[in-house]
């Protein structure tokens, strides 16, 4: 395997790199634009003959095509994600998330690469904030490559929710709300998310590696959990909490097919919680 990741340095890259590297990958390549993170991951699998890592912004088209240079397979995880963000500032949100998914497709047929993959993401269903809209719309860039492919190469999409755990998550957030005294703002106790580990992100795009179709959108069943069980399982105390009612840039239930959501899959139960909460780092 001869694969790139775009935000290689983040939650999922991270878990995805180790994993092919593990497995024998050729060569293995993350591109991001944060140089901390970059050389955190140079010291953690640096050991690795077939690691490579580039400095690079997907917002930068010949950057992006220099890369894709000898790989198979891109993974295209680069994205402004936090939703309060994109909202502030809407046309940063587009051109990374938007224009950036645009220049990974350009790059990818012009360096000829044979599979492209997009993380999605659950707000990208019936989207009420920016970063939901940017996302769909990358969705629809993905998939409407296939058209102008012609079968050089196949693009296709995985759509889940919030990977536990990573940078920048509502349990970190809480952790360190909790560590400097501070309030722990939680929206809505009955709000449902829906839960997925790092390691079932990166099955669920080897998956689409190994057979995903054109103009696939493939999406996972997830069980999910209340924020109020989250907040019981992390021994917020009572007096800590700070209700802050949904913004309305969020959603009460996510939806991951438009059908159903999060307030109808398999519901985590608060020792679920405590014990995914004691195994992070």
């Not at 080897?206 to 493939?218: D, F, H, K």
């Amino acid at each position: 395997m001869r694969v790139l990741v775009t935000g290689g340095s983040g939650t999922f890259g991270t878990a995805f790199l180790e994993r092919v590297l593990k497995d024998g990958a050729e060569r293995a390549v993350a591109l991001s634009r944060h140089e901390v993170e970059m050389a955190a991951l140079q010291a953690r699998l640096g050991h690795h003959v077939g690691f490579r890592r580039y400095l690079g912004d997907v917002r930068d088209a010949d950057r992006l095509e220099m890369a894709f240079q000898g790989c198979e397979t891109v993974v295209h995880a680069a994205a402004l994600k936090r939703i309060e963000q994109c909202e502030l500032d809407p046309i940063e949100a587009v051109e990374t998330n938007v224009n950036g998914s645009k220049n990974v497709i350009n790059a990818a047929l012009r360096a000829g690469v044979s599979r492209c993959i997009l993380l999605s993401t659950d707000k990208a269903v019936n989207p009420v904030n920016l970063y939901g809209a940017t996302k769909l719309t990358a969705e629809r860039l993905f998939v409407a490559a296939n058209n102008i492919a012609g079968g050089r190469c196949k693009f296709c999409v995985a759509r889940y929710g919030n990977i536990w755990g990573s940078r920048g998550s509502v349990v970190h957030q809480w952790r360190a709300a909790l560590a400097s005294g501070l309030p722990v703002k939680l929206t809505d106790g009955e709000a449902t998310r829906y839960f997925m580990r790092p390691v079932e992100a990166v099955d669920l795009v080897l998956g689409l590696i190994t057979n995903g179709s054109p103009g696939e959108i493939r999406i996972p069943e997830l069980r999910a959990y209340r924020l109020g069980d989250l907040v019981l399982a992390a021994s917020v105390p009572f007096k800590r909490i700070e209700r802050t009612g949904l913004p309305p840039h969020e959603k009460m239930h996510e939806t991951l097919d438009g059908w159903t959501d999060s307030s109808e899959a398999e519901r985590m139960t608060v020792d679920d919680l405590i014990r995914e909460l004691d195994a992070l780092p």
